[in-house]
């Protein structure tokens, strides 16, 4: 646990989200696994306490018992009873050998527990500062789906409005179109109307030219 903890405290956080494809994704995975890790860490903290509080609840034990033998070696001496009183003795001593044992367990509790703290300490601020990092790659993804929205949104207009000049000066064209075709048919019909006053004008001559050459032949 101590060397999994290692590892994440000592992580290089961003070298590994400019490695990473999705940085936010790789960040919410490492944020799981600080956030397990801490769960584990305090849990076996609990255990480590509960641990503590056996080893001196049994060293008090010991502790009421090395003083009872010493009663009783005082006791043997007082009825004159010195091989009791050395048994007796004898046992304190061993007590005292459980004590010391106990005591050495109790330091390397206070250690741990000591080692855990210090390790719960940096993993939390590790974890705090991954959450912000995150906050702020959330900010940003937010901020670039909004200038990219606004920029679409432009874009849409732009073509809209460009769209909408193409139309008006196609509009304009075919009002010209129109306007040529019908200028070019009066153009035509009097042309044509031309062509027959002409006709008529040529009829009414020959009619003239005869009416005098039978005058002439009278």
């Known amino acids: 646990m101590f060397t999994r903890l290692a590892d994440i405290i000592n992580a290089n956080i961003s070298a590994m989200l400019d490695k990473a494809e999705d940085p936010q994704k790789m960040l919410r995975l490492i944020i799981q696994e600080m956030e397990d890790t801490l769960v584990e860490v305090r849990a076996s903290t609990a255990k480590v306490l509960a641990d503590k509080k056996q080893l001196l609840r049994k060293i008090e034990h010991l502790a009421l018992q090395m003083d009872d033998w010493q009663a009783k070696a005082e006791l043997a001496l007082s009825r004159e009873r010195e091989d009791l009183a050395r048994l007796a003795l004898v046992e304190k001593k061993h007590l005292q050998e459980s004590i010391k044992v106990q005591q050495h367990e109790l330091g390397l509790v206070d250690d741990s527990l000591i080692q855990l703290q210090q390790?719960?300490?940096?993993?939390?601020?590790?974890?705090?500062?991954?959450?912000?990092?995150?906050?702020?790659?959330?900010?940003?993804?937010?901020?670039?789906?909004?200038?990219?929205?606004?920029?679409?949104?432009?874009?849409?207009?732009?073509?809209l409005k460009t769209r909408e000049k193409f139309e008006q000066f196609q509009a304009k064209i075919d009002q010209l179109e129109a306007k040529a075709e019908v200028l070019g048919t009066d153009e035509g019909n009097q042309d044509l109307a031309k062509q027959f006053a002409e006709l008529s004008a040529d009829a009414e001559i020959a009619n003239e030219l005869a009416k005098l050459k039978a005058k002439l032949a009278k």
């Open 119 to 159: 390790e719960i300490e940096q993993l939390e601020l590790k974890l705090l500062e991954s959450r912000n990092r995150q906050a702020g790659l959330i900010a940003r993804q937010t901020t670039v789906k909004n200038r990219h929205a606004v920029r679409q949104q432009l874009d849409n207009d732009r073509a």
